[in-house]
């Protein structure tokens, strides 16, 4: 069965720096999420994407975090100015039009 | 907030015994899923039952939706231990955005 993939599995920042996280979608898919999940606590919903666009995005996506599709294949987060509080669990997650989100193992993201 | 949230927080029962989490939301949804999350890991999607519908079945799995209480369940059947995870309740009210609750942490034990 066809796998949401992402990459790296854990990676390890300096604060201020800057973090691309990766994810390969299943590729008939069409919509394409980021959540977060710090740790204990619920997963957040950070944004939606579709059509080389953000569909929908929340509070916590705020200029410091961009989302691009460069290719036909790779979804990427990016984080600009880590801070300590964006260590968590981030998930992509990718979807065929009006069903269920397949979810990617997670990268988890500790910021020092 | 139209996160759902289910209850309860934690449940313990036996190898064979019958699971029942129940998630509830505040606003109207177009959709609602159960999700599976084993320790460390990603989420697994169980069951997507939609607005209008009632009940969805899958094997040991079955879901409800109540749109005038504002609330679903999630019935897992004869449990194994391999069931020992946190279920999750997610709504949207289009495809774009989803709210997930904090989970019932199932513990089953042999």
């Known amino acids: 069965e066809p796998e949401v993939t992402q990459t790296p599995s854990h990676q390890v920042t300096q604060m201020g720096q800057e973090v691309i996280l990766r994810c390969v979608p299943i590729?008939?898919?069409?919509?394409f999420y980021w959540y977060r999940q710090i740790l204990g606590q619920k997963v957040e919903f950070l944004v939606s994407f579709y059509n080389n666009e953000i569909s929908e995005k929340s509070e916590i996506f705020d200029d410091q975090f961009s989302v691009e599709r460069p290719d036909g294949s790779n979804f990427t987060l990016k984080i600009r100015s880590t801070k300590l509080e964006d260590s968590a669990m981030y998930f992509c997650?990718?979807?065929?039009?009006?069903?269920?989100?397949?979810f990617g193992d997670g990268t988890r993201l500790s910021i020092l | 907030s139209q996160q759902g949230e289910e209850d309860p927080q934690a449940l313990s029962i036996q190898e064979g015994e019958n699971a029942t989490m129940n998630c509830s939301y505040k606003?109207?949804?177009?959709?609602l899923q159960w999700y599976r999350q084993n320790s460390g890991r990603g989420l697994v999607h169980l069951i997507l039952?939609?607005?209008?519908?009632r009940e969805k079945h899958s094997g040991r799995l079955r879901v409800t939706l109540d749109t005038s209480k504002k609330s679903s369940s999630l019935l897992i059947t004869a449990s194994r231990a391999a069931d020992t995870a946190s279920y999750f309740c997610a709504t949207g009210i289009n495809f774009n955005k989803f709210y997930f609750g904090s989970g019932t942490k199932l513990n089953v034990k042999p």
């Open positions: 039952i939609r607005s209008n519908e």
């Open positions: 997650a990718s979807s065929s039009d009006l069903e269920p989100q397949h």
């Open positions: 590729s008939n898919h069409l919509y």
């Open positions: 606003t109207s949804i177009n959709n």
